[in-house]
């Protein structure tokens, strides 16, 4: 299983959020990309890129670090990128940057045309976010409730075309309280495109549940705030997963 390192931006700094509050912030790094830089020589496979700014104002406000970022560690490792994805100027502009996967959130549930357009034209480069709370489908940076099905919508978008789906507990994430692994599992199994488990990972355990059900269609997990806090040492986690993985 892949692990994935999160560098959440916010006003150019490396930060996280506790349940997608953007007062409720702690800053990591002003420098993000010497922290891309860590992760990297930490032995993270591929980094995972959110502009916190960009996903609530709907376009992009990070665009100057994340192309320091890509420029950085472009050529080593996959980056994929979300946060403010809302048209295909801007999925075209980031990926001409060397962004490998583009994210999209919000505007997939708001306007699915959009997102078969962007997997018609991005073909192999559109990945879809599903933040849920009880199964259900919430966005705009995580503040409005829809009643959408997860898996039902999830449906859909692998019948446009999408790589995978982010799937992201939203009641647990940035709060350390382990993943939602029966969630997620019910979401891989109902797919044939892979799943992204994403929220709460906390500690090694996490990582041991996350891998015994890989099978299933969980083929990586975006790992945040336990990273940062030391709740979880990434390098041991990703040696951890690719032994369990055999």
């Known amino acids: 299983m892949l692990l994935i390192p999160a560098i959440d931006l916010k006003d150019g700094q490396c930060v ?3 349940q997608g509050e953007m007062d409720d912030v702690t800053v990591f790094s ?16 591929r980094l995972h890129l959110v502009d ?3 996903a609530f104002a709907g376009k992009p406000k990070n665009e100057a670090v994340i192309k320091a970022i890509v420029a950085e560690v472009g050529d080593e ?5 979300g946060g403010g994805i809302r048209d295909l100027d801007i999925i075209e502009r980031y990926l001409d940057d060397g962004i490998s996967y583009v994210i999209v959130g919000t505007a997939a549930v708001k306007n699915p045309g959009f997102l078969q357009d962007a997997c018609t034209a991005f073909g192999g480069h559109i990945i879809v976010g599903l933040d849920a709370k ?9 503040s409005k409730m829809t009643g959408h099905d997860v898996v039902d919508l999830a449906r859909k978008y692998e019948d446009y075309g999408v ?3 982010i799937y992201t507990d939203i009641g647990r994430d940035g709060m350390l309280t382990g993943v939602n692994v029966e969630a997620t599992v019910k979401l891989a199994r109902a797919l044939r495109i892979p799943v992204i488990a ?26 945040g705030r336990a990273i940062y806090q030391g709740t979880l040492d990434f390098s041991a986690a990703q040696a951890r997963a690719d032994e369990l993985g055999g």
């Open 30 to 45: 002003e420098d993000p990309v010497a922290m891309a830089r860590h992760w990297v020589n930490a032995g993270a496979r």
């Open 134 to 142: 009880d199964g259900k489908v919430a966005t705009d940076g995580w």
């Open 77 to 81: 490792v996959p980056v994929q990128l």
């Open 16 to 18: 996280r959020l506790k």
């Open 198 to 223: 994403s929220g709460g990972i906390a500690s090694m355990a996490d990582i041991d549940a996350l891998c015994a059900v890989e099978r299933e269609g969980i083929e990586a997990a975006i790992t």
């Open 52 to 54: 916190l700014n960009g």
């Open 163 to 165: 790589e995978g789906i």
